[in-house]
């Protein structure tokens, strides 16, 4: 493996304190994938690295090294995006902790990426979440090898009909009839026709992706938490829930 | 290396400090054994009374001796305004900075879902409670300006949201006596948002 990067496009995930003035940084990059880097000094007063080391911007980072952790050498930051409002600060704090959980690390995957970095343009201007969330959860799927057709029956071999009713299994995808690992069940054809052309527009629709996605997530979290759904608290009256 | 049980534990347990490595650890060690025994047994009451009465602040949450600590008995602080901070050392700093009269509560940590801390870990339901309790006009956001700060302070404030409290976040800006060409891009966009008229 080479050990010196230089100038690689990236964002941070997470930083917490490494010995007394350090971080340890994750990193997800564009030809590298997720991987962990040591900034030595940037937990000290004066480190300008504090301030550029911040998830959500786009940065161009250097480092070396040949192990898994390696030493990160220089970080160029630019203003990125700006989750400002609560629910985008969730969805990004969201978005980050599925990487961070579940994408395995130093995979590079660069439409991930690509996807990463609209999702976070979108979030920063657009209001409606749900949809965003949603797609960028099934781009995240899809490459962790666990992507699936709305509209194909898998065990049946062809496409929902309006008026039947569907079963869903992490491992499979959309069935016609239950299997040992079918977790959701009743899913109407109707709604997956809709999904299918990637439609988010109806309730019914984001209510099926919502409970569809979770169940996935879930399935391939094997009983790990994620806890920035606890962030989005039903109370307040809104649906963008994750 | 293997010294006697007794050193070899001493150097052990001393490196559940921050910072303290074997190397450092043995150092402490020896230098207790060989011309710091006084401070030795002194550090060792400290530590054993510390731990065993040291507790949490039940207003605050702040590290405390008794039941409540001695911000939250001051008769002399004003009642109303409360300052929410992430840490003992961030509540010690502002105290240090003299300015503050208010009340504090403190989260110890701040939201951060990969670490697995939630609302509940950082006590925002008491926070909440003291609030409606004590009547509080305005709280004061000192969490510190990083994402998860944010994501903490908006957080409180959306929970709040609806409430007559007014809810104020602390300005970030250009450190005094600081020079502009030494300041980072972010914290200086941060300032020029935060500009003010000369005289006001």
């Known amino acids: 493996m080479t050990d010196r990067i230089s100038q690689e ?42 301030a550029q080391l911040q998830p959500f911007q786009p940065m161009l980072l250097s480092w070396q090294g040949r192990s898994d952790l390696k030493t990160l050498t220089a970080a160029e930051s630019r203003l990125g995006p700006e989750l400002k409002r609560t629910q985008r600060l969730y969805c990004g704090l969201y978005l980050n902790e ?145 | 290396m293997a010294f006697s049980p007794l050193v070899d534990e001493l150097v052990e347990s001393l490196r559940c400090l921050p910072g303290v490595g074997q190397k450092t650890a043995q150092r402490m060690a020896f230098h207790l054994l060989e011309r710091g025994r006084s401070g030795g047994d002194r550090l060792a009451s400290a530590l054993q009374e510390a ?18 600590c001695n911000i939250c008995e001051d008769d002399h602080r004003q009642n109303g305004i409360l300052c929410v901070v992430e840490s003992p050392s961030d509540l010690l700093a502002i105290e240090q900075a003299g300015y503050y009269e208010g009340r504090y509560f403190v989260l110890m940590g701040h939201l951060s879902p990969i670490d697995g801390i939630g609302p509940q870990e950082i006590g925002i339901e008491q926070l909440l409670r003291r609030v409606t309790q004590e009547n509080v006009s305005e709280l004061i956001l000192a969490t510190n300006p ?23 976040r602390l300005a970030h800006g250009i450190p005094v006596g600081g020079e502009l060409g030494y300041v980072d891009g972010f914290t200086l966009s941060h300032a020029f948002r935060g500009r003010k008229p000369l005289i006001d």
Not at chain 2, 51 to 67: H, I, K, L, P, Y
Not at chain 2, 153 to 168: C, E, F, N
């Open chain 1, 9 to 50: 496009p990236g964002y941070v995930l997470h930083r917490r304190t490494y010995r007394e003035t350090s971080l340890l940084v994750d990193l997800f990059t564009l030809n590298f994938g997720r991987i962990s880097v040591v900034a030595k000094g940037a937990n000290s007063a004066k480190s300008p690295l504090k």
């Open chain 1, 98 to 242: 599925l990487l961070q959980r579940l994408l395995p690390p130093a995979e590079p995957n660069q439409p991930l990426f690509a996807h990463y970095i609209e999702t976070l343009d979108r979030l920063s201007v657009e209001d409606d979440f749900e949809p965003i969330l949603r797609r960028f959860e099934r781009a995240f799927v899809t490459v962790l090898g666990y992507g699936f057709a709305w509209d194909e029956v898998m065990d049946a071999g062809n496409a929902p009909v309006a008026g039947m009713h569907y079963y869903y299994d992490p491992e499979q995808g959309v069935l016609a009839s239950p299997t040992a690992g079918s977790l959701l069940q009743r899913l109407s054809g109707e709604v997956l026709l809709q999904l299918g052309d990637d439609n988010l527009d109806s309730l019914p629709a984001r209510r099926m992706a919502k409970r569809v996605m979770r169940v996935l997530i879930d399935h391939l979290l094997q009983g790990r938490p994620l806890h920035s759904r606890s962030l989005f608290t039903p109370s307040r009256g809104d649906h963008h829930e994750t």
């Open chain 2, 51 to 68: 731990m065993s009465g040291v507790r949490r602040c039940t207003s605050c949450q702040n590290f405390a001796d008794t039941e409540t």
């Open chain 2, 146 to 168: 990083t994402v998860e700060g944010e994501a903490t302070a908006h957080y409180i404030a959306d929970r709040l949201d609806g409430r007559d409290v007014l809810i104020t």
